[in-house]
C-alpha cells in the first residue's frame, strides 16, 4: 500500500482538522512541479523590466558572454522561462510561472499567486524600521530577484565592519537563496526573515523535499522550484549540487556559533541561524 492510500487508510480524522489551504499544501508536497507551468494570456507589460536587465547583466558578468543582440523575450527564452506550448496547432510561446515570480510585477504575480508576499523584519519590536517587502509601492521590490538584491545590500551592511565578514556573508547568502528557491508560492501561508536579537529567522511555506540530515551534509537537491533554482545557480547566486546546506553548517561550526534549528513538516520550513 502506497503512503498516501496507508494515510487515507489510517489518518481520516487528520483531514477533517485540515484547512482548505493545508489540504492543498499537503498535496503539493507529494512533489508536483508548478513554476515551470505555462500562463495563458501574459505579456511583457507583466514584467518589471529594470528587475530583468539587472540580472541579465549579472548573469553576463558571470557568463562572460553578452546578450546585448537579444530583446526581453529572447533572453528568457534563451534561459528557458518562456517555453513553446506544444499542445496545440498554434505551439505558441508563453511565459512560465518562473519567470513571472522571478522578475514579474507584484500585482500581476498577485493575480497568479494571491497569496504571495516576500517580509524582511530587522525589528520585531519596531517593524517599520529596516523592513523590506514585495509591494507595487514605489521603492519596494516587486519580485524575488529584486528581494534578493535588496535583502543581499542590507546584509552586506549588517556584516560590513565584522572580523568574521566572508563566513558570515556566505553563511547569510546561501540561507536567503535557500529560502527562495525552495519555497511554495501557491500556499496561503508567506515568506518572512525575521531578525531576533543575534538570529534570524528564515520561514518559508513548503515542507522540505529532502531529509533534514541531507540538507545538513549535503550532496542531494530536490528544489520545489527548478527553473527559479536553474537561473539563481546560472548566475552563481548559490551553491551547486545540493550543498548550500552543508555550507551553512560548516561555516557555523567554524565560526564556533550555535548550530542552526532546522524546523520543517507537510506545510511549512524554518531555519533559525
Known sequence: MNNCTELFSREIPLFEKLSAGR?????????????????DNFELQDFDLPSL?????????????????????????SIGLIKEDR???QRVWKYTKAALLLFGKYDSIR???????????????????????????????????????????EFNRDIQDSPSREEEDLVLHEALINFLVHA??????????????TAIDFFNPGGMQISTSDFTKGGKSLPRNPLIF????????????????????????????????????????????
Not at 503539493?28 to 512541479?33: A, E, L, N, P, Y
Not at 546585448?68 to 527564452?77: H, I, P, R
Not at 511554495?184 to 536579537?197: P, R, V, W
Not at 567554524?254 to 506545510?267: G, V
Open 230 to 273: 536553474s537561473a539563481c545557480m546560472r548566475a552563481r547566486l548559490g551553491a551547486r549540487s545540493g550543498n548550500g546546506g552543508r555550507r551553512i553548517y560548516q561555516t557555523m561550526a567554524k565560526l564556533r556559533a550555535p548550530q542552526p534549528k532546522l524546523l520543517t513538516d507537510k506545510e511549512s520550513t524554518e531555519l533559525i541561524i
Open 87 to 89: 499542445s496545440s496547432s
Open 53 to 77: 536587465r539587472q540580472y541579465q547583466a549579472l548573469l553576463e558578468a558571470r557568463e562572460s558572454r553578452s546578450y546585448v543582440a537579444l530583446n526581453d523575450e529572447s533572453f528568457l527564452k
Open 23 to 39: 489540504l492543498e499544501s499537503f498535496f503539493r508536497g507529494s512533489g508536483q512541479i508548478v513554476d515551470s507551468e505555462m500562463l
Open 184 to 197: 511554495d508560492y501557491s500556499s496561503h501561508l508567506s515568506s518572512k526573515i525575521t531578525m531576533k536579537g
Open 111 to 153: 493575480y497568479v499567486f494571491p497569496s504571495f508576499f516576500i517580509d524582511l523584519i530587522k525589528n520585531p519590536d519596531r517593524p517599520d524600521l529596516g523592513r523590506i517587502y514585495t509591494s507595487s509601492e514605489n521603492g519596494c521590490p516587486e519580485n524575488l530577484f529584486s528581494f534578493y538584491m535588496q535583502v543581499r545590500q
